[in-house]
């Protein structure tokens, strides 16, 4: 935790840049498995990687995964799973995903179009949600600032859950970000990086310093 923030590091590709988010001191180490990304690993690539990664928490994402996928991605050894989903996702389907995995570890990122609201029924299954920007095509990792407003009154609204910033979060924003959404935990990926799944020292730094020199969350 830096400053009060908990920060997750997304896209990891390589050793090399989960020790640099090691030494950066981030909290979770995100790798993405949804095979039509850039930054995607194979479960076989994470394995291989698996002894060797530091001792942090370690988050597989996917989107609206199978059942024999979720299983698999667990037997990895993954300790959290950040789903991503269309708003319309049925119970049943999120019923099925914490059979797999538990509701505690997992983390539903639902799609969330300008106009639209997280529905109750669907804030009552997980207890922890990340909001993305929107992106009519894609989930998630569109680079894209996400709707900061719309973070901010779905936290204060529903404060006993977890939420999660994430959207286009860099050193020259983060600051402004944390400030406008009152948000305690982020999710960084290409805003760090100098190209798809390969990540910037430099930029990993700044981002951190700009961390350290937030004003601390005050609610």
């Known amino acids: 935790m830096i400053n009060g923030i908990r920060l997750k590091i997304c896209g990891l590709t390589s050793l090399v840049d989960a020790g640099l988010a090691d030494e950066a001191g981030a909290d979770y180490l995100g790798f993405v498995l949804h095979p039509e990304s850039p930054r995607r690993v194979t479960l076989d690539q994470y394995r291989a990687m698996a002894s060797r990664l530091p001792d942090r928490r370690k988050v597989a994402v996917l989107v609206e995964p199978a059942g024999a996928d979720l299983a698999a991605a667990a037997e990895a050894g993954f300790d959290f799973f950040q789903v991503h989903c269309r708003l319309e996702t049925p119970a049943a389907a999120v019923a099925a995903w914490i059979e797999a995995v538990r509701r505690d570890r997992l ?26 920007a929107y992106d009519e095509r894609k989930f998630g990792g569109v680079g894209r600032l996400g709707d900061w407003m719309k973070f901010r009154r779905h936290r204060e609204a529903n404060s006993e859950k977890n939420w999660i910033l994430a959207g286009g979060l860099a050193p020259e924003n983060v600051g402004a970000a944390l400030a406008a959404t009152g948000a305690r935990w982020i999710d960084v990926n290409s805003g760090i990086e100098r190209s798809p799944g390969v990540k910037d020292s430099a930029k990993l730094a700044a981002l951190v310093a700009a961390l350290r020199g937030a004003a601390a969350p005050t609610t």
Not at 112 to 132: H, I, K, N, R, Y
């Open 107 to 132: 983390w539903l990122a639902p799609r969330l179009p300008p106009a639209a609201e997280l529905a109750v029924p669907l804030l009552g299954l997980v207890d922890t949600f990340l909001l993305d």
